[in-house]
Nanobody
Framework: QVQLAESGGGSVQVGGSLRLSCTAS????????LGWFRQNTGKEREFVAA????????YYSDSVKGRFTVSKDSAKGTAYLQMNRLKPEDTAVYYC???????????????????WGQGTQVTVSS
């Protein structure tokens, strides 16, 4: 059984930084991507970033490109989301999720992700 657990959320002022962690256990990580999504109250869950477990190719939404960096430590089974220059609109619950077999054109689609963590709150205040 695959389990994902996020940590590292919190409150930060505009322009600050946070690093989220997603620790994965169980299942196989062949042909897997770990993605980060976020959701604010009343809004749909949106893609933020993703990284392929094999090869490390990364993907970003336009809204975070250049500010956020996704990475992984395969030995620890952990993916990270480094968030810099945070803005109030980055406030949301952040989720990590696993996709199996997603190709580049579909990796931003949340329907491709079959396991999700419980989420961690990020609040950016001015």
């Amino acid at each position: 059984q695959v389990q994902l657990a996020e940590s590292g959320g919190g409150s930060v002022q505009v322009g600050g930084s946070l690093r989220l962690s997603c620790t994965a256990s169980g299942g196989t990580f062949n042909s897997v991507a770990l993605g980060w999504f976020r959701q604010n109250t009343g809004k749909e869950r949106e893609f933020v970033a993703a990284i392929r477990w094999n090869g490390g190719m990364t993907y970003y939404s336009d809204s975070v490109k250049g500010r956020f960096t996704v990475s992984k430590d395969s030995a620890k089974g952990t993916a990270y989301l480094q968030m810099n220059r945070l803005k109030p609109e980055d406030t949301a619950v952040y989720y990590c999720a696993r996709a199996t077999g997603a190709i580049s054109s579909t990796i931003r689609n949340r329907d491709k992700y079959d396991y999700w963590g419980q989420g961690t709150q990020v609040t950016v205040s001015s």
